[in-house]
């Protein structure tokens, strides 16, 4: 037609005039959409320096045969949808991909299928791309021979939606990232993180899935993060957390899930973090706050079914407990505010003596210890005197 | 000696104790469950009644029994039985009316909330329980002859395995707490049959807790078929060992 001069549709198969993928981008100009049929093609490395659509019909695959980084885009606007990409190079020097970002704006990275890819998809230096519904699985077994998933190295407002992560070195990683949002995404099963966040201000996740991840999920260094809705589950071992916070400042967490997590969120140096309407489930402990946090504001949060609430290494408390459902609470409601007239203790003495001798586990919920912690609970002497819930709930707080 | 232990239940029966030490079990269980709003917080008040109760009503309840049926025994021994089968078949019916009245009366409510492996495991260390400690109670009348010393070293028998043997376990940790004493923990704990029953029960309630470093070498050890075989094992050895060694005993007794 006359009027698309500028967007032209080229087409990429065994039937085609195009066989390459590679031949196509050769002859394509800025606008074009390229389909590409489905089939197997060795391009080796397929580099997109043209704002192109690039576009698979029913999953045309991508093989680097463990030699090569299988895309990688230079160009802005630039758009991935639809293939299957596999065998990706292994080399740390260079961090190989699936799929690469190089300094680009407005990529979007969609609908693929990546698998057995050293680093999966990675965003070097990108400003509002897209990375969305892409399914990641990787088959390394040492967290030195493999990548990770998602890896955000700089940028601003990206938007990570909807893709599923498995077997990577870490989910999802972000270093150096502003104003971005991760958001029903599902990361299982990695080797360390689930998703790790450094040095990355003013994020947002929300209704993603953790679970099973060799430490859970590590955010440090970072200020303004919001979390809502996340799942964090079954992250086992002892320096596994849910989600550990370090050196995080003005955080705000609502709505979040942990469950069945060796510790449901360790924090060290977190200052300013509001937590409120969380569900800590089945943890062996629900949280872990050092010593070193500030100013950390728990309110109306369900603690169910934890072996211990509350974990700590100190005595200094400036945090705040607020609210919050403790179903260890034995306190009464005499004026039937639905608020227990006596505060509750959270952390008990044998959490304090298990933090100092970790054998000592061996005999929880022994005769001896009950007596201990029903003792303690009378008399406070070991646990920190101002770590209480002045205010707990009689019923779950939501 | 079918026969005796027939008589041996019949009698127990007759008896009413174990009959009450079945309704209180029933009671209690059925009361925990329906009181707290999630039941795995009933099975923790569960736990407590299978580790405190159970051994303690079978001690004391085998250790009156055994010296009253004092004169129902030397009756027994002056007929052609054999002694080994006398002392076994009492055993056998005490330690099976006990494990009957602890299935009835923990065992259906469990079924009935928490029909799982956590569930399961209970059950059956409770049993193992109940027998185990009969046997103890078997060892301790067999040893003195006097009814007051007896019961006195029963409790005194109780005390020590619920309570004081963990006090010791306690102190021995905090002694040595810059060694790492993991694997002795797991050989102190076989010492102690309440211990090892409560840290299998621990390992499926607490298993997230368990997982961390030191948990983690409970879990790998008790946690693996070969613990489990192991734990069994030593649970068994502990009917055995008192069992077999009081009829030793009272094949030579003097009655």
């Known amino acids: 037609m006359y009027c698309s001069a500028t967007a032209a549709n080229i087409y990429v198969g065994a039937k085609r005039s195009h066989k390459t993928v590679s031949s196509a981008i050769l002859s394509a100009r800025d606008g074009d959409t390229i389909f590409v049929d489905a089939g197997h093609y060795r391009e080796k490395n397929l580099i997109i320096d043209k704002s192109i659509i690039l576009k698979g019909i029913d999953f045309p695959v991508l093989d680097g045969e463990k030699k090569y980084e299988i895309i990688s885009i230079t160009a802005n606007g630039a758009v991935v949808d639809g293939f299957k990409l596999i065998h990706s190079g292994v080399s740390s020097l260079e961090d190989l991909s699936g799929i690469k970002v190089y300094d680009s704006r407005d990529v979007v990275i969609r609908n693929n299928i990546l698998e057995d890819t050293f680093f999966g998809i990675y965003i070097q230096n990108g400003i509002n791309c897209s990375i969305e519904n892409n399914q990641l699985i990787a088959v390394g077994f040492e967290e030195q021979q493999s990548g990770n998933g998602i890896h955000c190295w700089k940028g601003d407002s990206l938007k990570v939606i909807g893709n599923q992560i498995s077997g990577h070195r870490d989910g999802i990683y972000f270093e150096f990232v502003k104003n971005s949002v991760i958001w029903r995404n599902v990361s299982k099963n990695n080797l360390r993180y689930g998703l790790h966040f450094m040095f990355s201000n003013d994020d947002m996740y929300v209704n993603n899935v953790f679970r099973n991840n060799g430490s859970g999920v590590s955010v440090m260094y970072s200020n303004r993060i919001k979390m809502f809705s996340n799942y964090f589950e079954e992250n086992w071992g002892d320096a596994a957390h849910g989600i550990l916070l370090k050196e995080i400042s003005d955080g705000f967490m609502e709505g979040n899930y942990f469950t069945r997590n060796t510790s449901g969120i360790y924090m060290e140096g977190a200052n300013r973090i509001y937590m409120k309407r969380n569900v800590f489930e089945n943890n062996g402990w629900a949280l872990k706050i050092q010593a070193s946090c500030m100013d950390v504001v728990l309110e109306l949060n369900n603690f169910i079914g934890n072996t211990f609430d509350v974990g700590t290494n100190g005595s200094l408390v400036l945090n705040k407990f607020k609210n919050n459902y403790w179903d260890k609470y034995e306190g009464y409601d005499l004026d039937k505010d639905k608020i227990g007239d006596i505060p509750y203790r959270p952390v008990s003495m044998y959490s304090m003596i298990v933090e100092k001798y970790p054998p000592a586990m061996i005999l929880f919920r022994s005769f001896i210890t009950s007596l201990l912690d029903k003792t303690e609970k009378l008399i406070p002497s070991l646990t920190p005197e101002n770590l209480k819930d002045t205010a707990p709930m009689m019923k779950r707080a939501f | ?255």
């Open chain 2, 1 to 255: 000696m079918n026969k005796i232990i027939k008589y041996v239940i019949t009698d127990i029966l007759r008896n009413k104790i174990v009959l009450i030490y079945t309704g209180f079990l029933l009671a209690a269980s059925l009361s925990v469950f329906s009181l707290e709003d999630n039941s795995s917080k009933g099975l923790l008040s569960l736990l407590n009644i299978i580790l405190i109760i159970v051994p303690l009503v079978s001690i004391i309840f085998s250790t009156i029994y055994m010296y009253n049926s004092a004169e129902f025994i030397e009756l027994l021994v002056s007929q052609p039985l054999k002694r080994n089968a006398i002392w076994l078949s009492l055993f056998t019916g005490l330690a099976s009316s006990l494990s009957i009245a602890f299935l009835i009366g923990a065992g259906i409510p469990v079924l009935i909330y928490q029909a799982n492996l956590v569930g399961l495991t209970m059950i059956l260390t409770g049993v193992l329980l109940s027998v185990i400690f009969a046997a103890i109670a078997f060892l301790a009348t067999v040893k003195t002859r006097d009814k007051a010393k007896g019961i006195g070293a029963a409790i005194m028998l109780w005390l020590y395995f619920s309570l004081l043997f963990d006090g010791l376990v306690l102190f021995i940790l905090f002694q040595f707490a810059d060694y790492p004493m993991e694997n002795a923990m797991i050989a102190l704990s076989a010492l102690n049959p309440i211990d090892l029953s409560r840290i299998l029960i621990l390992l499926q309630l607490d298993v997230s807790a368990m997982m961390g470093y030191t948990g983690a070498v409970f879990k790998d050890f008790f946690g693996a078929s070969n613990g489990l075989i192991f734990s069994f094992f030593v649970l068994l050895s502990w009917i055995v060992i008192p069992v077999w060694y009081s009829t030793l005993k009272f094949n030579s007794k003097d009655l």
